[in-house]
């Protein structure tokens, strides 16, 4: 399941997530908040719709499973595999 396209970041002041961080945290199902300290990017708060969501983001950002597709892909390259075409 492709996880929807964002819309852009909204960035906003750490003090003001940490006094609404629910509501904060409900808005970064649909965008990334970038929470600021002192007008500098602090850190990037990421929420999910759903738990497929919370999933698939697990799976991009897993080295393990990036090694692996990495691997493949390699793999693939050097003429070993079969083409997805050719999968019954």
């Known amino acids: ?5 964002r819309k852009t970041v909204k960035e906003v ?10 509501r904060y945290l409900k808005e970064a199902a649909v965008r990334e908040i970038l929470i600021t ?4 990017p602090a850190g990037i708060l990421i929420g999910f719709e759903s738990e497929d969501d919370w999933l698939e983001y697990r799976l991009e950002n897993d080295p393990r499973f990036l090694k692996r597709i990495a ?17 019954e």
């Not at 002041?13 to 629910?22: G, Q, R, T």
């Not at 300290?37 to 500098?40: A, L, N, Q, T």
């Open 71 to 87: 691997k493949a892909r390699a793999s693939l390259r050097a003429g070993r595999g079969v083409p997805l075409e050719d999968v």
């Open 13 to 22: 002041p750490l003090a003001e997530v940490k006094d609404d961080f629910s």
């Open 37 to 40: 300290r002192h007008g500098k």
């Open 1 to 5: 399941m492709a996880r929807p396209v």
